[in-house]
């Protein structure tokens, strides 16, 4: 069975940093597309983040623009496991992150309605 577990999340001052992670288990990791959702409180949930493991193992990374040059997405293969580096945070950023996968091929952020596994999600909160 396929698990997905968040952790990092909490509550920084705008201006600061947090690091998510994302532990799979259950799950082929390579040849496939792994990603970091959020949803704020009264809004839909939307991608943030995707890195594609496929062919060479080097990872394919996309951003969706309003967190391009802030936020980067990296994988750590050996120990199964999704980051989120989240930088110049600002309040905008306050939601529930949650690491999703699916097995497909994503060039760029995929649609919620693409990917197949989600975790519980963790909150991060950002005070102006």
């Known amino acids: 069975q396929v698990q997905l577990v968040e952790s990092g999340g909490g509550s920084v001052q705008a201006g600061g940093s947090l690091r998510l992670s994302c532990a799979a288990s259950?799950?082929?990791?390579?040849?496939?597309?792994m990603g970091w959702f959020r949803q704020a409180p009264g809004k839909e949930r939307e991608g943030v983040a995707a890195?594609?493991?496929?062919?060479?193992?080097?990872?394919?990374?996309s951003y969706v623009d309003s967190v391009k040059g802030r936020f980067t997405i990296s994988q750590d293969n050996a120990k199964r496991t999704l980051y989120l580096e989240m930088n110049s945070l600002k309040p905008e950023d306050t939601a529930t992150y949650y690491c999703?996968?699916?097995?497909?091929?994503?060039?760029?952020?995929?649609?919620?309605?693409?990917?197949?596994?989600w975790g519980k999600g963790t909150l991060v909160t950002i005070s102006s």
């Open positions: 999703a996968a699916a097995p497909l091929y994503c060039s760029n952020v995929p649609g919620t309605n693409d990917m197949h596994y």
């Open positions: 259950g799950w082929t990791y390579r040849s496939n597309c």
């Open positions: 890195i594609d493991s496929s062919g060479s193992g080097t990872g394919y990374v």
